[in-house]
T-cell receptor, first 114, second 119 residues
Framework: NAGVMQNPRHLVRRRGQEARLRCSPMKGHSHVYWYRQLPEEGLKFMVYLQKENIIDESGMPKERFSAEFPKEGPSILRIQQVVRGDSAAYFC????????????FGNGTRLTVT | AQTVTQSQPEMSVQEAETVTLSCTYDTSESDYYLFWYKQPPSRQMILVIRQEAYKQQNATENRFSVNFQKAAKSFSLKISDSQLGDAAMYFCAYRSQTRSGGGADGLTFGKGTHLIIQP
């Protein structure tokens, strides 16, 4: 039973380029969460999605960031026109139902903007 | 909004000894969940233990146990018989039981405690 799969593991982008981070939830999980971890910090909530729906995007910057979880395929976190401050580890987590199930995390994608 | 505070940036313990990591949180809710996650250098987030706020009994998982003090809003993690493999960052996290937006559907994390195990 594969866990939450994130790819790529490491991503290097130059300023102004686009970054696409992918997350495949655990089998049977329909809830996906994205978190960002800055150096020496805990994880900060960004967005919560179900299939084809964004439920809560209150933690995601209004500009340049977007997320989707299509009916088929992985969830995508997209960062347009990346800046140095976007450099961080981005984690995806999934759960089968909301609230009373623990979140299972992927290994994260380390984004470095040069 | 809920906040989670871990006041110990770093803790060190001798192998086989016991160590306690502290965590306090602020909330106006009565029903919620609390978690401890471990993050080794591999960066993977591993669930260590969880506690439902309505349960008075402290959760225990093998060498890991918690001291949950609801009135004091305190949720400390005790690691007994520390092993070298316990070395990691430990994050305390809060999750609301009721949907209220503002990130309440996800977890609110503390800044973490770096645990060092000395052989």
């Amino acid at each position: 039973n594969a866990g939450v799969m994130q790819n790529p593991r490491h991503l290097v982008r130059r300023r102004g380029q686009e970054a696409r981070l992918r997350c495949s939830p655990m089998k049977g999980h329909s809830h996906v969460y994205w978190y960002r971890q800055l150096p020496e910090e805990g994880l900060k909530f960004m967005v919560y999605l179900q299939k084809e729906n964004i439920i809560d995007e209150s933690g995601m910057p209004k500009e340049r960031f977007s997320a989707e979880f299509p009916k088929e395929g992985p969830s995508i976190l997209r960062i347009q026109q990346v800046v140095r401050g976007d450099s961080a580890a981005y984690f995806c987590a999934s759960s089968p139902v909301r609230v009373n199930s623990p979140l299972h995390f992927g290994n994260g994608t380390r984004l470095t903007v040069t | 909004a809920q906040t989670v505070t871990q006041s110990q940036p770093e803790m060190s313990v001798q192998e086989a000894e016991t160590v306690t990591l502290s965590c306090t949180y602020d909330t106006s809710e009565s029903d919620y969940y609390l978690f401890w996650y471990k993050q080794p250098p591999s960066r993977q987030m591993i669930l260590v233990i969880r506690q439902e706020a309505y349960k008075q009994q402290n959760a225990t998982e093998n060498r890991f146990s918690v001291n949950f003090q609801k009135a004091a809003k305190s949720f400390s993690l005790k690691i007994s018989d520390s092993q070298l493999g316990d070395a990691a960052m430990y994050f305390c996290a809060y999750r609301s039981q009721t949907r209220s937006g503002g990130g309440a559907d996800g977890l609110t994390f503390g800044k973490g405690t770096h645990l060092i195990i000395q052989p």
